[in-house]
């Protein structure tokens, strides 16, 4: 399996960096990373996360935001779709028009133009109406709008247990194993 991990500006780059971490213990995920420099400076605010470089190490292949050349930025690159964790406003804006700016915006036009599975985890709140209808447009060209919403039925006790139910969700759409968070119904 090879996934795109898209990284932009929002608040929540934990996800991202979760997710990397995770599909790091996968060693037959192969794993391509692009982060805006938006997405940098959060990191940089956010997390303990320093160096980009350590989350670098999690990725298979990292590509520079403005490499258009890179593989990802071709549909005869076969992959098996793409995450943006977290996505911001203006990404989402930019998928749902198609405005391929950078190579993180390309390779998801690249995955919604293959039919492949595109998930955004936007980041953002409240909505105003411009918000909602991009939403909706990524929605109607094929993307999957997972908002990191956090559950509360399994009994998270500190954010990474919030954070790994978001990632878990990621996952499941992806067919990939995990023992994240409980499922609800299980014992």
């Given amino acids: 399996m090879k996934l795109i991990i898209g990284i932009s500006g929002a608040?929540?780059?934990?996800?991202?960096?979760?997710?990397?971490?995770?599909?790091?213990?996968?060693?037959?995920?192969?794993?391509?990373?692009?982060?805006?420099?938006?997405?940098?400076?959060?990191?940089a605010l956010e997390t303990a996360y320093k160096e980009i470089a350590r989350i670098e190490k999690l990725a298979n292949y990292c590509h520079a935001v403005d490499d258009i050349a890179a593989p990802i930025s071709s549909g005869s690159f076969?992959?098996?779709?793409?995450?943006?964790?977290?996505?911001?406003?203006?990404?989402?804006?930019?998928?749902?028009?198609?405005?391929?700016?950078?190579?993180?915006?390309?390779?998801?036009?690249?995955?919604?133009?293959?039919?492949?599975?595109?998930?955004?985890?936007?980041?953002?709140?409240?909505?105003?109406?411009?918000?909602?209808?991009?939403?909706?447009?990524?929605?109607?060209m094929g993307a999957i709008i997972l908002p990191p919403t956090p559950a509360f039925y399994n009994g998270p006790k500190t954010i990474t247990d919030i954070v790994d139910q978001t990632v878990g969700k990621v996952l499941d759409l992806f067919n990939i194993e995990h023992n994240l968070y409980h499922r609800w119904g299980n014992s």
């Fill in 78 to 140: 076969r992959t098996d779709g793409m995450i943006v964790a977290p996505c911001s406003a203006k990404t989402l804006s930019a998928i749902a028009h198609s405005y391929n700016d950078n190579l993180l915006v390309r390779a998801c036009d690249v995955v919604l133009k293959e039919r492949r599975r595109l998930v955004l985890l936007f980041r953002e709140t409240p909505l105003h109406l411009g918000h909602i209808r991009n939403l909706e447009r990524a929605t109607e």
């Fill in 11 to 43: 608040s929540g780059a934990i996800y991202g960096i979760r997710l990397l971490e995770v599909l790091n213990t996968h060693p037959e995920i192969e794993t391509h990373l692009v982060i805006t420099d938006p997405g940098k400076k959060t990191i």
